[in-house]
């Protein structure tokens, strides 16, 4: 049974900073695309930033870009996202999923596994 569990998210003021990390099991990644969701209250799930096995040219949504930081340690199954500079509009469930393709891709129907997502909140 594939699992993702997330964790790392918390409540912060706006301009910190949060690490979360999204840790998998259940199979081999190898060769997986992770990525990051995060749905505000009463809004849709939104793409925030995708990685391939190898890392190289990870994307961003626009409203993160220069913000955040998506890594992958392949060796622990383990994906991260680095957020800084937080703004009361990042408050969200973050949500870790993973697909089995080596590209990336924006849209929450072409991952196939997800974590049940870590609360951040951010205080004005």
């Known amino acids: 049974q594939v699992q993702l569990v997330e964790s790392g998210g918390g409540l912060v003021q706006a301009g910190g900073s949060l690490r979360l990390s999204c840790a998998a099991s259940g199979r081999t990644f190898s060769g997986y695309t992770m990525a990051w969701f995060r749905q505000a209250p009463g809004k849709e799930r939104e793409f925030a930033a995708a990685?391939?096995?190898?890392?190289?040219?990870?994307d961003y949504a626009d409203s993160v870009k220069g913000r955040y930081t998506i890594s992958r340690d392949n060796a622990k199954n383990t994906v991260y996202l680095q957020m800084n500079s937080l703004k009361p509009e990042d408050t969200a469930v973050y949500y870790c999923a993973a697909r089995p393709r080596s590209w990336v891709s924006r849209r929450l129907s072409d991952y196939e596994y997800w974590g049940q997502g870590t609360q951040v909140t951010v205080s004005s």
């Open positions: 990685i391939t096995w190898t890392g190289i040219s990870p």
